[in-house]
């Protein structure tokens, strides 16, 4: 390692730390420059920018790990690339070719490598890479000019203690509209999300879980990752709806869920009225891994699923495979991993 940081790397939690080096380069007159690294963290910008007033922006979340053999690996930076430029379609934001993406987080990685947790602490580098539209523009239109930027911090787990499970509420707010933007990774979802999620850690729980905006009588997902359960015939259900953010964690653990474990696998309704049909179930995200769900509240009942205390064993294995493949320890499907 480069240098080295005074980090006790094994209690991180998911906060913010500033590091040496982000990545900026700004949209002008129909194009990227060709961006570079910068040591300060503060952007200045237009008051008239369209991403304060009216949300025009959209990021990402993406982790770097550190191998046993001390090599460092992205893990699909590609899917949040693609993610992007949907994001940047719906949001009228030109988008940020695939190569510069990647490049970008490649170079804030190695700018930032004495900040890549060691192999075996469980942390990772988390990456943020994100558009905002700037410039002066007051009128509800897209802004004249956008930066990109990427920048990266050290990273425990995002629901307190880890692989342990926790409870969640379903709340009685949407998180999407049903046409909206809730397939895509912009700001505005997480703006209206934050009220709720305060009512549901005020009262005990982790986080709220949002059901379908239209028959509120389907899971959609949680504020910051996707639902999954196993049912009683190992079959791994997620659910399917246009208004939640196709979480990467969750379609690769479709995959694991297949190849490795050989277990059934489904996208479909998930009804919240039917939570029986599942022995296991579990949230799954980037900042999220795999966190098992003990139980979950609905009217007042709290519906517990293989326990409050204790993983279930096929979430455990889902876990191990899923964090063996990105600390590489055990072998990838192709593309999946991309050596730094
Ligand atoms: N759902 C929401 C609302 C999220 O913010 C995230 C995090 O990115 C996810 C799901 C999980 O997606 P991914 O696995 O791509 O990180
Ligand atoms: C992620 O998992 O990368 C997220 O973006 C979740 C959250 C911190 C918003």
Redesign the pocket.
Known sequence: MSKQVDIDWSHLGFTYIKTDQRYVSRWQEGQWDQGKLVGDNMLTISEASTALHYGQQCF???KAYRRKDGKIQLFRPD??AK?MKKSCERLLMPEIPEEKFIDACIQVVRANEHYVPPYGTGATLYLRPFIIGVGDTIGVSPAPEYIFSVFCMPVGPYFKGGMVPVNFTVSDYD?AAPQGTGAV?VGG??AG?MMPHQVAVDRGFADCIYLDPKTHTKIE??????FFGITKADQFITPQSPS?????????LLHVAKEYLSLGTEERDVYIDKLDEFKEAGA?????VITPIGGIEYQEKLHVFYSEKEVGPITQKLYDTLCGIQFGDVEAPKGWVVEI
Do not use: D, H, M
């Open positions: 990402e979340g993406l899917q949040n993610r998180r990774k979802n997480y999300s997902e949680v504020g910051a990752a996707n939640i953010l196709p979480s990467i964690t969750k379609q690769s799954c995200g980037t900042a999220a």
